[in-house]
């Protein structure tokens, strides 16, 4: 199995306390007994269901035929299990199905299925999202008629936000919307890099489209969101809608998943359905991409513990090479994992990737918070944080979680760049996440340029109230080294928050993207305190199995303290003398 | 083309002063032109002949068919193109119809191949290197049979070190060469990774081959070095040796090379030839593997280039979003060239790559001093040098240029992932690089472990005197801030390499693949101080597109000043304290 399930107990059970969730409303009539089940069907289910056909879809990827994405029979199978067996409505509401999971526990569970086959996995994901959107913002005969199949996985959903001349800048794309005299809009418009854009595997697709009515203002302030079924409902059943599949993207990876460029409305049959009020809709895609930044994190970070564990076994099969104190060629030779260079490479990958996944699950946590605490107050702060720390979920997650995928196939050597060994895979797969969502670039400029100062501030006291408190904590536990580090960290992070909101915007943004690495290494690192902290404390009773795997929390939390964080100093120093060296570099001079 | 020619001029001719190779005896024949021109033919070739099958023959590996490998139509055409070009013997001695170039030329030339194609450049790099070795260690009959026909090209050459259980160990292989009575050897054993191990181009391929003798002392020591043709000569021609295609490797990039597991002597019937003196063919074989670490090298920092203008390309025409000082939707979309983030993306694959690629050049003047200076002094201290920096060049360039090809794919976004676009098959091109020819984790054991202490540590102190001279003539062009953040560097790497030199042996080498990086950011900052200074010197009198390149060379060398340089003083620290986090971590931790 490619994740590690002792991980993923110790992150959402004994660091997040899922069990403190058991006594909000939503959630009664769970047990700490149902978490951990459903957890480990899932890893069984990934085992069972994912993992197998995880290297056929990518060798054998989708096909355009007679106008439709053609997926492989095994990548069906796998959703039409992962349907009858409830997946799909996890964490959705009784009334429409659901098991009411809470976010934390399900985004687990997402994980496991994100390590063994994110291809597969997407489809579904993509589903849950946009259903999720429906339900916060549709119609009641728009829930009734869309949600209920979605959430039963017998209709898909997507996304359509970019088309080919506007990727990050949706405001600019060209889609449009005309009213109908029925109260339904004419679509057309073409839609790019739409993943799960097309297939054979469901019923219905499902599209959530971006586009503009005639009467819309300019800019960002005039996309609407609509529901584009490809087949629409009618009096004697599905009929096609006008959505045609004009081309699939061939990737670098995750090609298990049909990314595809659609056309709309291409024959003036295409009817669109409004979702909420006019010219909303940006507003509105924003929960499902937050939602979607946080799983794209997640899926990263997945995908870095996968290479990680994938590495690791490696590691301690493979002979070579003697130790330094020992030249006796004619001794046998150790186990890779003896040699402290490949204890190097596998102590960084465990340090960033589970450091990246306690991220993406605090931050799941934080949905739940935001969603089910009993106390306004503690809602709001929850929220608060979440808008803050999504672009660091999101980017930070991805693109270390990429370098620790790199360190695998490293660890391999040689086999570790053949098709036969999983990490090439692994890489390939996860090198989508730093781009889809918002590339990371603009998941920094988002950080730096709206959420450090939204509302007067808020997420960045709120984030050094938590902080400060487990730092207080850590030291309890005797953690002061670690607590001293972080500490340092923090107050850089103040400082040189300070001198860029101080700076004028170009300046200020020229420098976002090592802004963002800052105060995710500060995060993280606090992350890790926390995990550090938790092993301390239950170190003295664990059982010898436990007693070792909290040893390497410790060892992981010191090395991601003594080997990462230092940069946090390094980049504060950039940062704060205003570095300029990127915004005066002239376009002739490269 | 995917170099940039105007650097390649600036880095040969500019900064490493090619024409200065011309008052040497073996160089006497040529001029500036002559080296001009075959670096313009080889640009053209590598557009016409390389550039055109790059994706075709990544799309179409090589298949195993009938037991021999069977490479696409259009990479043998390619082959014979240069093989009629002459180019297998451009820096080969006269008497061997070669063309004498200087190694500093004939790598430049070798890296436009590289960029265009790696995949049917190898070939013929091979071939060379197992050229050059032979004629270094060849006895007359074995020159006279060998060395001609691979110098021509119609004979393709290999190395075959590593075995399926001995990859980076060599001390463990098991290929046995037991003695005929005519003065031959029968060989036997399994050879993996074998790049163009087998292939149906060339009349014949000659694999150079370690195995042990019979009377083999245990470890390195009991090495041999053997030639063994796949097919011999006889009195009647060539005759199969027995030397049996087991199967190709499935790669994640550098496709068009095939990459075999080859079985000798399966019939009892492969005749192979000793090289040199019994025992000493580990020593022997390091002549063409530091000669293909350089050539290593050099191809991924060939790969970073292309990386970078092919991202360079797009971003001067890719329209997307606007400034953050405009808040009009309706203004039209920029180049995205013009957004601080990408051009931070793009100056530091410039940084990464054009550093790496200095440096590559740099040691491959070093090869030219070593080889052909009238002085025997500076030919020793250019071998001491080349031995202490060979896996610097080897490890730093693969890494970093690694590093910017991951940017490069950044900066298309989701047309970056696909695989119309060149970023993401250089990226898999490139990710081999880290890996053959010792993996990087190996060069740094190399470089703390052996060249660093080797001779009194003459390498240090030579290469010490080599920047201090550089800082005193950058000085006196007006680069003062360069100079000092060189000059903290290089007492940093002084300071820590005597404390490393004062661990044992376990603890200095836990540490050794952050040291590399640490010297290798030092010697990049040099080569980007040295680039300065020339750049510095020429504006006033630059045309004003030659006053751009410069300001762009200026501006690089300050990015990789502020940006990369400081973590010189991060892993400083780190090694200064003699970490043990990697060494006492422990196996069952993880």
Redesign the interface.
């Known amino acids: 199995m490619s994740l590690n399930q002792r991980d993923m107990q110790f992150q959402v059970f004994e660091v997040l306390d899922a069990a403190s969730l058991l006594n909000r409303e939503r959630f009664k009539d769970h047990s700490s007994v149902t978490f951990e089940d459903i957890l480990e069907m899932s890893f069984e289910f990934a085992k069972r269901q994912l993992e197998p056909h995880h290297r056929l879809s990518d060798t054998l990827e989708p096909q355009m035929i007679d106008g439709t994405a053609r997926v492989l029979p095994e990548v069906k199978a796998a959703l039409y299990a992962m349907r009858d067996a409830g997946f799909f409505a996890a964490a959705a509401d009784e009334e429409y199905g659901g098991l009411q999971l809470p976010n934390l526990v399900w985004n687990a569970c997402q994980a496991a299925f994100m390590a063994s086959n994110p291809g597969t996995s997407s489809y579904a994901f993509l589903t849950v999202g946009a259903a999720n959107l429906i339900r916060s913002f549709g119609t009641d005969a728009q829930k009734e008629t869309y949600l209920r199949p979605m959430l039963e996985g017998r209709w898909f959903g997507t996304m359509c936000l ?1 088309e080919p ?5 949706l ?2 794309i060209h889609a449009r919307a005309t009213p109908n005299a029925d109260g339904t809009y004419a679509l057309s418009g073409r839609k ?2 739409i993943s799960g854009g097309d297939q054979d595997i469901s019923e219905n697709i499902v599209h959530l489209v971006l586009a503009k009515l005639p009467d819309a203002p ?3 302030k005039g996309i609407s969101l609509f529901i584009v079924p490809k087949h629409r409902v009618t009096a004697s059943g599905l009929e096609p809608n006008d959505v045609a599949l004009a081309g699939l ?5 995750a090609r298990g998943t049909t990314n595809a460029l659609l056309s709309f409305g291409e024959r003036g049959d295409c009817v669109a359905e409004l979702v909420g009020a006019p010219h909303q809709g940006l507003a509105q895609m924003f929960q499902m991409m937050n939602e979607a930044r946080i799983g794209v994190g997640l899926g990263g970070a997945a995908l870095g513990c996968a290479g990680y564990v994938s590495s ?1 076994e490696y590691a ?1 099969e493979r ?7 020992n030249k006796d ?2 001794s046998p ?1 150790v ?1 890779i ?11 960084a990958q ?1 340090a960033l990737s589970e450091g990246a996944f306690a991220l993406c699950l605090y931050a799941s946590r934080l949905v739940d918070d935001h969603g089910t605490h009993p106390d306004a107050t503690v809602r709001g702060e929850a929220g608060a944080l979440l808008d803050l720390l999504t672009p660091v979920v999101k980017a930070w997650s991805t693109h270390y979680s ?1 370098e620790a995928n ?1 360190l695998a ?2 660890v391999l ?2 086999y ?5 060994y999983a990490p ?1 895979l692994y890489y ?1 797969d996860n ?2 996440n ?3 969502e918002g ?3 603009i998941q ?2 988002d950080l730096l ?1 709206r959420k450090v100062a939204q509302n007067g501030g808020i997420g960045m006291t709120l984030l050094t109230r938590e902080i400060d408190g487990d730092i207080k904590a850590a030291r309890a536990a005797g953690l002061n080294d670690l607590s001293d580090a972080l500490e340092a960290a923090v107050s850089v992070a103040h400082s040189t928050t300070r001198t860029l909101m101080g700076a004028s ?2 300046v200020m ?2 420098n ?2 090592h802004y963002l690495e800052l105060l995710g290494h500060t995060v993280i690192a606090w992350q890790w305190l926390n995990a550090a902290r938790v092993a301390t404390l239950k170190l003295p009773t664990a059982s010898s199995d436990d007693a ?2 909290y ?2 929390k410790l ?1 992981a939390a ?2 991601f303290t ?2 990462e964080l ?2 946090v ?2 980049w504060g ?2 940062l704060g003398s205003l ?1 300029t ?10």
Request: net charge positive; no cysteine; charged share 20%.
């Open positions: 970019s001349h506007a990727g990050s800048s405001t600019d790019m890099w300019a800019g960002v993207n061939h990737k670098l990876g690791l301690r002979e070579q090479g003697r130790l330094p104190t060629p004619s030779q186990n994992i003896q040699h402290s260079d490949v204890k190097r490479m596998l102590l465990k990429l790199v196939i490293q050597g040689g570790g760049y053949t098709r036969e090439e390939r090198r989508i730093p781009i889809h590339t990371n670039g920094s400029l340029g915007p170009d943004l020229a976002s993207w070792a795997f040893k390497g060892h010191t090395y003594r080997f230092p940069k100093a390094l120093k950039l570095d060296t990127t915004l005066t570099m002239q376009e002739n001079w490269f």
